[in-house]
């Protein structure tokens, strides 16, 4: 079996977790329910339809979405041609970088720390500065996109940067774009006490954060990312299972969330972005730990096949994905 300390953060940092060799499953995650998607990583070697995507985006969730996914599992090697071919293409820059990051991880691999050769962290770190310089000259070939500073948090977290640096990173994105919600999920996981934070200072930034969103946006939601790390650090790190089980039961933390939700998902006025999919994850995976059966059932409606098991990998729930799933029929 697993450790599933490996899958939740291998849904973060790829490299982490199950090796994913069949490149059809591979198409199926990263696509997140996106049809279009899925149908151009169908063509790993071609970036057109991908360059077509990205040309066509018309906000910065967008921009998020398509790195997080399709940069995901498009080939290294032709995002390469891509910025040959256009080097002044922000775009093609942006991909790249992205996929770079990605990159970085296939080497760092799946064990812990001290598993890891002398050898293999030194290329680790030589790509990750790699992926940082073209996330950086991705940053100013488009200076008002704040997806190239989201994915930076990301990698100052891996690379264990200065809080000063993840913050410098952060402020970035959110000075382009209050309300990113990539940016704000990437400081959450930032702030985690598995990664050299506090969950108390993690806990603190997601509850201000969440308070000052607009209703019906993706943003109040940010909470529940916080209070899943939380519980999963209570879980699987400190292995407190009594501790873990009483933070679920709270029925302030519930509240809290039953409020996030109100005001971001089940707001009247909600409308949907490119980022809503990685909301509906976080909410639906919450919703099964306490067993809040007809909001989990909201929420598998609305996904329908959007959604598999994999996708609940950094919420704690990947192995009970299909009991949650009978639950609601």
């Not at 049809?35 to 995507?53: F, M, S």
């Not at 812990?112 to 500065?129: G, K, N």
């Not at 190239?148 to 382009?176: M, V």
């Not at 400081?187 to 985690?192: E, R, S």
């Amino acid at each position: 079996m697993v450790n599933p300390l490996f899958k939740i953060l291998g849904f973060i940092f790829p490299g982490l977790g199950e090796a994913i060799d069949d490149y059809e499953e591979q198409r199926l995650r990263h696509a997140h329910g996106d049809i279009e998607v899925y149908h151009l990583l169908g063509k790993p070697n071609d970036y057109r339809a991908l360059r077509e995507r990205m040309a066509a985006t018309t906000t910065w969730a967008e921009r998020f979405f398509y790195t997080e996914g399709a940069c995901h599992v498009m080939s290294l090697h032709t995002l390469k041609r891509w910025v040959d071919h256009e080097p002044d293409s922000a775009d093609a820059m942006l991909c790249y970088a992205s996929r770079l990051f990605f990159w970085a991880w296939e080497v760092r691999g799946g064990g812990r720390a001290d598993s890891i050769t002398e050898e293999d962290w030194r290329e680790f770190f030589r790509r990750l500065d790699i992926a940082r310089e073209h996330l950086l000259k991705s940053a100013q070939m488009n200076p008002a996109d704040p997806t190239p500073w989201t994915h930076l948090i990301r990698l100052a977290t891996g690379y264990s940067d200065s809080d000063a640096t993840k913050w410098h990173y952060f402020n970035q994105a959110k000075q382009r774009d209050p309300e990113n919600w990539g940016a704000h999920r990437m400081m959450v996981f930032a702030l985690t006490e598995k990664w050299g934070g506090s969950n108390q200072e993690m806990i603190a930034f997601a509850r201000e954060a969440s308070a000052n969103a607009r209703d019906g946006s993706d943003l109040p939601a940010i909470l529940v990312k916080a209070y899943l790390e939380n519980w999963i650090y209570l879980k699987w790190f400190d292995e407190d299972e009594a501790a873990a089980a009483a933070f679920l039961d709270d029925p302030a933390i519930r509240r809290d969330i039953v409020t996030a939700y109100e005001r971001s998902l089940a707001h009247p006025d909600f409308v949907a972005s490119k980022s809503t999919i990685f909301v509906r994850y976080l909410m639906s995976a919450w919703f099964w730990h306490v067993r809040d059966r007809e909001r989990l059932c909201t929420e598998f409606a609305q996904m329908g096949n959007r959604i598999e098991g994999y996708h609940w990998a950094d919420a704690g729930g990947w192995d009970e994905f299909e009991e949650a799933q009978a639950f609601c029929r």
